[in-house]
């Protein structure tokens, strides 16, 4: 499938990519290789999964409609295992690959498995449109501050999102990865609790 990003974010990875396709035609002779991890979650990473963590301990977090969409995921220590691989297999060429772990999860698989190592509850779930309207004042709020909030549409559109990505491919090559969802988890709920600056104990 064509990529085609909507968002800035995608848009400057995407634009990253052409410079090193440009880079590889000027030369032949040259080896690139690049990886499109899906969601990347696991120690020091403190972005979107950390974000959902803090949310589903702050009791703020609702699970959209049924949760029945798939957010792939991508456990740090494997994406960087499967980057070694691929440096020790390919050396000529113009490779792409996407990265995930299985087995593929739905939202709201990821919220009770997150809730679970919190010891609390998984959280309720509530419509769409009710949640986009909640969201609508805050999509304000971004405008006139500047911040990024945790609640805007955009945000509720995104966690509505499936985000089904497989790595069929790289798996093809041989990689096996070495650490599944739930022991990915574990391992990140465990540096999040004991890190004496992140630590899920200290917000």
Known sequence: MIPNPNLPYGKSKLAGEKVLEKWYNEDPTRCVIII????????????????LIMQIKAGRFFNIGKGDNVKSLAYCKNLVE??????NKINEGYSI????????????????????KLGMKAPISLPYWFLYLLGLPFNLLIKITGK????????????????????KKINDFGFDPK???????????????????FGVDKH
């Open 148 to 167: 990024d909030l945790p609640i805007s549409t955009n945000r509720i559109d995104k966690l509505r999102t499936q985000t089904y990505h497989q790595a």
């Open 179 to 197: 650490v599944d969802v739930a022991e990915g988890f574990q391992n990140y709920y465990n540096w999040l609790k004991n890190d004496p600056y």
């Open 97 to 116: 690959f996407n990265y995930s772990d299985s087995p593929q999860l739905t939202s709201k698989e990821i919220t009770q498995i997150i809730s679970e």
């Open 36 to 51: 499109r991890p899906t969601v990347v979650y696991g120690e020091r990473n403190v972005a979107n999964m950390f974000r």
């Open 82 to 87: 499967a980057t070694l691989f691929l440096n």
